[in-house]
């Protein structure tokens, strides 16, 4: 096994165990799309990620794969890690976005009792 492959490979299980652990509370089409984006974005630096896709249950390595051979090893690992960043930061603002919202509604309802 190549150390892109390796590397590959623990990206595969770290995406896998993401799309498990966030799907059931944001749902896979929320997920997914994040993940589209965050692809789209990537492949603007990255053009060879853009043989990745996003199926139904989440990302689909296979024609990333088949052009493995083709990339370098840090290459490899730089555009993960870039993919990486983009999709966390995509969540994060995302999550963000669902607490100062909860926060606000809160807010609102204290204010709304307190003219009361």
Do not use: C
Request: charged fraction near 30%.
């Amino acid at each position: 096994m190549s150390n892109q492959d390796e590397t590959v490979r623990v990206y595969k299980r770290v995406t896998s165990i993401i799309w498990q652990r966030l799907s059931p509370t944001f749902g896979i089409r929320t997920i997914n799309a994040i993940a589209k984006n965050s692809l789209a974005r990537s492949a603007q630096q990255y053009a060879e990620l853009a043989r990745m896709k996003v199926g139904p249950d989440g990302l689909e390595w296979e024609q990333f794969e088949t052009h493995l051979d083709q990339i370098d090893e840090e290459r490899v690992s730089a555009m993960l890690e870039q993919l990486m960043d983009e999709f966390f930061e995509a969540i994060s603002v995302m999550i963000g976005r669902l607490v100062v919202g909860k926060i606000f509604a809160e807010a609102e309802e204290e204010l709304q009792k307190k003219e009361q």
